[in-house]
């Protein structure tokens, strides 16, 4: 050992996963997975409720560990969605409604009822 150097160095290992890739819904797309494109819907859905940010990275981080669990590294938006929609159903119901209104393209009134009243059973 070198008495002239006192520096010390450390290495950290980290697991490198093989890339997720998403099939958009409508198009049959194929796309690498974007945390960013998650989380930014997830923050639209909250904007102005009284949600910590540490929910919300929690939430993005669930919903990327299961979709990562998928053995053949594809996901369809569709199971993206229904896995937000599960957790925000949990987190906050206003956030849900919006995200859900978004997901299942509401036309009218009629479709925010229908759903409003299915919140109100739980």
Known sequence: MNASCLARFTTFETI????????????????R?????????????????AVPVEAIDRLVAEVENEALSNADREVSTETLGILVLRRLRALDKVAYLRFLSVYKQFCDLQDFDTEIRELMKD
């Open 33 to 49: 997975y974007d945390a960013n494109k998650l989380r930014s819907g997830v923050e639209k859905a909250l904007e102005k409720r």
């Open 16 to 31: 490198e996963r093989a890339p997720l890739w998403v099939i958009k819904r409508r198009t049959g797309e194929r796309e």
